[in-house]
T-cell receptor, first 112, second 118 residues
Framework: GDSVTQMEGPVTLSEEAFLTINCTYTATGYPSLFWYVQYPGEGLQLLLKATKADDKGSNKGFEATYRKETTSFHLEKGSVQVSDSAVYFCALTQGGSEKLVFGKGTKLTVNP | NAGVTQTPKFRILKIGQSMTLQCAQDMNHNYMYWYRQDPGMGLKLIYYSVGAGITDKGEVPNGYNVSRSTTEDFPLRLELAAPSQTSVYFC?????????????????FGPGTRLTVL
């Protein structure tokens, strides 16, 4: 079945450091890809998405590009802030399915 | 708008007890979902609903029941609680004008209910 693999956490960075969180997927067909963020004590929020190959999703300084050839959707940010500390989830869904398949999540801590 | 609200925030149950987790949304969304999040794992879909009166099983429905009598509310029922149901439960909703559309639109999540079964 479909699956999402994220890099293991936790990840600890200093403020203004560069962030990469790797995400690869296994899916038949052409899934849509998502990054969700979960701040402490809150529910998940959609951070960005891409629905077809070579699409780049971006929001709040975060970016991810849908790479079909490497089945990847890595999350990047050029300069992280303390307020970016959260758990980040990569997810996919297939056309016509109500099922979002999530990765295990990567906890990011940004220190001042 | 309050968005998606869930009650209670925390609950401890004894094995065999029953309870209902409440979920409500005020965004007039037609789709609603229940997920569970186990420690160190991603979310897994328990049940979902595409509109009032219509529900369907997700990936891990055993031990749970749902109903959708109104657009706003989507309660999740645990009939005989077991330790394996210890988890954080999230409710979510989204709007889609066409039920045949792929899930490309944002799901809005509630803050979660942390349930412990002892």
């Amino acid at each position: 079945g479909d699956s999402v693999t994220q890099m293991e956490g936790p990840v600890t960075l200093s403020e203004e450091a560069f962030l990469t969180i790797n995400c690869t997927y296994t899916a038949t067909g052409y899934p849509s890809l998502f990054w969700y963020v979960q701040y402490p004590g809150e529910g998940l929020q959609l951070l960005l998405k891409a629905t077809k190959a070579d699409d780049k999703g971006s929001n709040k300084g975060f970016e991810a590009t849908y790479r079909k050839e490497t089945t990847s959707f890595h999350l990047e940010k050029g300069s992280v802030q303390v307020s970016d500390s959260a758990v980040y989830f990569c997810a996919l869904t297939q056309g016509g399915s109500e099922k979002l398949v999530f990765g295990k999540g990567t906890k990011l801590t940004v220190n001042p | 708008n309050a968005g998606v609200t869930q009650t209670p925030k925390f609950r401890i149950l004894k094995i065999g007890q029953s309870m209902t987790l409440q979920c409500a949304q005020d965004m007039n969304h037609n789709y609603m979902y229940w997920y569970r999040q186990d420690p160190g794992m991603g979310l897994k879909l328990i049940y979902y609903s595409v509109g009032a009166g219509i529900t369907d099983k997700g990936e891990v429905p055993n031990g749970y029941n749902v109903s959708r009598s109104t657009t706003e509310d989507f309660p999740l029922r645990l009939e005989l609680a077991a330790p394996s149901q210890t988890s954080v439960y999230f409710c979510a909703s989204r709007y889609s004008p066409l039920q045949t559309e792929a899930i490309r639109d944002e799901q809005f999540f509630g803050p979660g209910t942390r349930l412990t079964v002892l």
